[in-house]
């Protein structure tokens, strides 16, 4: 059983200018000791060796009084605890409990704050702005700030459900997929929190429940995002008269040759070397993903224009001096392709799509297999994790695959092809 005592270390560094010390509670626990300050502070020579404070203190009852205090809530967390549970545990992890039990309010337990801590230590904006929405749902959906984990239920959440199907945030019902997208949010932090408080090992359960347990979280239904040959030419060659299409026009282009390298990617993109766009896709650069690996893409002559259009002071200068984040240039860049598409009567098309409709066209028109695509995706295939271990990366294979896709923009339409005129091949366009 853990021991408790008042002392006072007479070191240099422990004593004030004013020549006093702090009073901590020392904890004996398993053969080791750990201590907790106090708001109190002596004289050294005022502590007795029995963890008294003496009489020649000012002030040394009520002292006593108020340690005594202090060490018999320590000892009542500690028989809470059980003593099968502090058998388990160091003496450290005493020490942790004490201080986590002693926090005002130890019961509740804050969602938004908590959830505020994960962010603060994101490394991916993407994943911070994901957090941020499930952060912000919830609070609109409780109408308070914060929110005690024992308030998230299976039936609260099943409620929050149906009511962003009804109307969301912005007073509009919600699609399944984001819908889900919220609710995925909302649990990875929700399990997050169980594996921070929770101590299965010394029985320590402070987030007991899983409201997940009896959710359903609705899946995102795959809608399509690829356009074909045609129309990526037709948006390749059109003319426009606004800067913003023409940007929009040019980057989707650029992520296009890039074989469906997305936003955040080009924009912190790196000067070619030797003639190649190397990059590691910021998505799957995780610190647990052991697969990630570097993409390697030959600068072919239609992405040399572009490069050279947009890099007058440096590699794409003007996008990134224009543009202080990849966020903006992102957003302008869709607002360009909103614009080509209601030229065009497109459906919205935004800068995602050029990665779909590359593979696409990889494999529907360049009859490039599936696990070629993968590889020049930059996809992790789970059927060969132990082979790309000992195989040695082949970039030919980018260059030629990338190569075969962008030589279907070279192809002429159907209306364009030559016909047989007796003398020679004319080309003809049905108007």
Not at 74 to 98: E, F, N, Q, V, W
Not at 157 to 182: D, E, H, R
Request: with cysteine; aromatic share 10%; proline share 3%.
């Amino acid at each position: 059983m853990a021991t408790f005592k008042s002392i006072v270390f007479t070191q240099k560094n422990h004593i004030k200018n004013d020549g006093t010390a702090n009073v901590k509670i020392r904890i004996y626990h398993e053969r080791e000791s750990q201590y907790i300050s106090t708001q109190f502070y002596i004289l050294p020579e005022f502590m007795a060796p029995s963890g008294e404070i003496s009489p020649e203190c000012a002030d040394a009852d009520e002292l006593n009084y108020e340690l005594g205090e202090i060490i018999q809530s320590y000892r009542k967390i500690i028989l809470k605890l059980g003593t099968g549970s502090a058998a388990k545990m160091t003496c450290k992890d005493l020490k942790d409990h004490i201080l986590k039990a002693t926090e005002p309010e130890y019961e509740t337990i804050d969602f938004v704050a908590f959830a505020q801590t994960v962010i603060d230590r994101c490394k991916k904006p993407k994943t911070a702005e994901w957090y941020n929405q499930a952060v912000s749902v919830m609070k609109w959906f409780y109408k308070q700030e914060t929110i005690d984990f024992r308030d998230i239920t299976s039936s609260k959440i099943n409620a929050l459900m149906v009511q962003l199907s009804i109307a969301g945030q912005k007073k509009k019902p919600l699609q399944a997929g984001a819908i889900g997208n919220y609710l995925a949010g909302i649990r990875a932090l929700f399990n997050l929190a169980r594996l921070h408080y929770n101590n299965d090992d010394i029985d320590i359960i402070r987030i007991p429940h899983d409201p997940f347990a009896k959710v359903k979280i609705p899946k995102y239904k795959r809608k399509r995002k690829n356009i074909g040959i045609d129309e990526i030419k037709k948006i390749r060659d059109g003319e426009y008269l606004t800067e913003r299409e023409t940007i929009g026009r040019d980057c989707f282009l650029i992520l296009f040759y890039l074989m469906g390298i997305n936003m955040n990617d080009l924009y912190h993109l790196k000067p070619p070397v030797n003639g190649r766009i190397e990059y590691e896709r910021s998505k799957t650069n995780t610190d647990d993903n052991l697969y990630n690996f570097k993409l390697s893409i030959k600068i072919e002559p239609e992405l040399q224009v572009l490069i050279d259009k947009y890099s007058p002071d440096g590699f794409l200068s003007t996008l990134k001096t224009r543009y202080n984040c990849s966020q903006y240039l992102t957003a302008t860049v869709n607002k360009g392709l909103k614009r080509i598409c209601n030229k065009y009567g497109y459906a919205k098309i935004t800068s995602n799509w050029s990665r779909h409709s590359w593979a696409s066209l990889a494999r529907n028109k360049a009859d490039v297999n599936k696990a070629d695509i993968d590889f020049c995706l930059g996809h992790v295939n789970n059927d060969y994790k132990m082979a790309d271990i000992y195989i040695e990366i082949d970039y030919s294979i980018y260059d030629r695959v990338n190569r075969k896709v962008l030589d279907l923009l070279l192809e002429k339409e159907e209306s364009e092809k030559p016909i047989e005129n007796n003398s020679k091949n004319t080309y003809l366009r049905v108007v």
